[in-house]
């Protein structure tokens, strides 16, 4: 560990070093189709932006709109799920059904990867 906090690990093959920082969420985020945040870290509301979309906006921001935003859930059988906007505050989400239109997710999770402010 060093003084500014940064935790160095070894790789199991021991050939490799990372900063543990670099490998965790930085929020992560399960709800409802109505945006209603049911559990969640870093999350400090959610926006419902329209049918199929919503934005995840955090509770400590982002270093620069560069990360790497995760989602899933269900609606019936099929959901694709997309990042559409990426700010330091906040990340836009986007739900479709197998026909390509829009629609809420019964159940979606999201998660975010990349560096605090």
Same mark, same amino acid.
Do not use: P
């Given at each position: 560990?060093?003084?500014?906090?940064?935790?160095?690990? &070894?790789?199991? *093959?021991?050939?490799?070093?990372?900063?543990?920082?670099?490998?965790?969420?930085?929020?992560? =985020?399960? *709800?409802?189709?109505?945006?209603?945040? /049911?559990?969640?870290? #870093?999350?400090?509301? =959610?926006?419902?932006?329209? &049918?199929?979309?919503?934005?995840?906006?955090?509770?400590?921001? =982002?270093?620069?709109?560069?990360?790497?935003?995760?989602? /899933? *859930?269900?609606? *019936?059988?099929?959901?694709?799920?997309?990042?559409?906007?990426?700010?330091?505050?906040?990340?836009?989400?986007?739900?479709? #059904?197998?026909?390509? +239109?829009? /629609?809420?997710?019964?159940?979606?999770?999201? +998660?975010?990867?990349?560096?605090? +402010?």
């Amino acid at each position: 560990k060093t003084a500014a906090g940064n935790i160095t690990i &070894t790789s199991e *093959g021991g050939a490799a070093t990372m900063q543990l920082q670099q490998g965790l969420a930085k929020l992560w =985020m399960q *709800g409802q189709g109505d945006a209603t945040v /049911t559990d969640s870290f #870093n999350q400090a509301s =959610m926006t419902d932006n329209g &049918t199929g979309q919503f934005t995840s906006n955090f509770t400590n921001n =982002m270093n620069n709109d560069d990360y790497s935003g995760l989602s /899933t *859930g269900n609606a *019936g059988d099929h959901l694709i799920s997309s990042t559409s906007t990426t700010t330091t505050t906040g990340c836009r989400f986007d739900h479709y #059904n197998q026909s390509n +239109a829009s /629609t809420d997710a019964g159940h979606h999770c999201n +998660a975010i990867f990349g560096d605090l +402010a």
